[in-house]
């Protein structure tokens, strides 16, 4: 069954304090891993796509990496207004669908 | 562009009672999916359309009934409202095409069944 399982589930950073957040997949043919920042009481909002082991992607502070069985988001010098659940997920197998983890809760400390 | 919307925001229904949740999408896009999103549990997918007239069932689609008349235009229905269907309910859309799925997402409707 494919399954993606993010973690940690919750993390509180103090402002500069870097750190990654994992998001570990088993899926065959893997079409792509997507990650999406959700604020609160808004909708996920598109991050990145990796879609090969190796693939880098940067966004202001965040980075996102891909390995075989799971990507790191990560987060150097974060910023108040990095606090955001973030989401990562997979297309199942021929589906033209994603499967989500159930997210970090992501908190920076001024 | 507005994206994709949802309507209502926000609805507090009775056990038992009906709704209509409405989103639209100015994208042109061919897909459209309901998802339902509960503490802890992420996003789990309901229904989904591949197209105007067609739906097909997600994960969790039991209570649950969408129709897609119109390209832009897909409704998530519940017939006999339940507690446990109190949930925040997102709608996506795209056009995935080879290797581009990303799905744009709605503001969300927050439901509440007592």
């Known amino acids: 069954e494919d399954q993606v399982t993010q973690s940690p589930e919750a993390l509180r950073l103090q402002e500069g304090e870097s750190s990654s957040l994992n998001c570990s997949y088993t899926?065959?043919?893997?079409?792509?891993l997507f990650w999406y920042r959700q604020d609160p009481g808004k909708g996920p909002e598109f991050l990145f796509t990796?879609?090969?082991a190796g693939e880098e992607k940067e966004k202001e502070r965040l980075k996102a990496t891909l390995t075989k069985k799971e990507s790191f988001l990560h987060i150097t010098a974060p910023k108040p207004e990095d606090s955001a659940t973030y989401l990562c997920?997979?297309?199942?197998?021929?589906?033209?669908?994603?499967?989500f983890g159930s997210g970090t809760q992501l908190t920076v400390l001024p | 562009n507005a994206g994709v919307t949802q309507t209502p925001k926000f609805r507090v229904l009775k056990t038992g009672q009906s709704m209509t949740l409405l989103c639209a999408q100015d994208?042109?896009?061919?897909?459209m999916y309901w998802y339902r999103q509960d503490p802890g549990m992420g996003l789990r997918l309901i229904h989904y359309?591949?197209?105007?007239?067609?739906?097909a069932k997600g994960e969790v689609p039991d209570g649950y009934n969408v129709s897609r008349l119109k390209k832009q235009n897909f409704l998530l229905g519940l017939e006999s409202a339940a507690p446990s269907q109190t949930s925040v309910y997102f709608c996506?859309?795209?056009?995935?095409?080879?290797?581009?799925?990303?799905?744009?997402f709605g503001p969300g409707t927050r439901l509440l069944v007592l």
């Open positions: 997920a997979v297309p199942p197998g021929s589906a033209r669908q994603l499967t």
């Open positions: 899926v065959s043919g893997l079409r792509g």
């Open positions: 990796l879609y090969s």
């Open positions: 994208m042109n896009h061919e897909y």
């Open positions: 359309s591949v197209g105007e007239g067609t739906t």
């Open positions: 996506a859309s795209n056009s995935p095409t080879g290797y581009q799925e990303t799905q744009y």
